[in-house]
């Protein structure tokens, strides 16, 4: 691949993510069709698992992400810092996904705990510098009274 079209490639990107940043939920379809292939394969982790179709991961994970989390907005050093969380955490030999990855990253950069049961975050947590909140049960949980 050239410089040339790497840098296209690259400004390709950069444009894509600024338009779903900048997108209302409602518009997201469009902004995804302009830049994903139709059969774009998604694949995260669960509930969602595997998306296939362009149409499918804008439903099913970029509007209910963006739903849940309307005033999240994810920065360049966000990207950077969860490449850093990897290699830091591959170097020991934790594996982890970039989704868990970008996960820390922006916990860590807003101060915020994890709230997960997924045992791969103990571990993150070990090399890097995330809070995890406290999941363990807290003895029997009583009804309340009507």
Not at 4 to 23: G, H, I, M, P, Y
Not at 107 to 115: D, K, T
Request: glycine share 4%.
């Amino acid at each position: 691949m050239t410089d040339e079209l790497t840098q296209s490639n690259k400004r390709l990107v950069w444009q894509f993510w600024q338009d779903l940043d900048a997108a209302m939920p409602a518009a997201l379809p469009g902004v995804a069709a302009t830049t994903l292939a139709e059969e774009v394969a998604w694949t995260g982790f669960h509930p969602f698992n595997s998306l296939t179709g362009c149409d499918a991961v804008v439903a099913g994970w970029w509007q209910p992400l963006r739903a849940a989390f309307p005033d999240l907005r994810l920065e360049n050093d966000d990207y950077v810092v969860a490449a850093k969380f990897f290699n830091a955490c591959r170097t020991k030999g934790i594996q982890g996904s970039n989704t868990d990855f970008l996960i820390c990253a922006v916990a860590v950069r807003r101060q915020l705990a994890i709230f997960t049961t997924d045992k791969d975050f103990a571990r993150f947590a070990k090399q890097l510098p995330i809070v995890l909140h406290d999941t363990a049960p807290r003895g029997p949980v009583r009804k309340p009274r009507v």
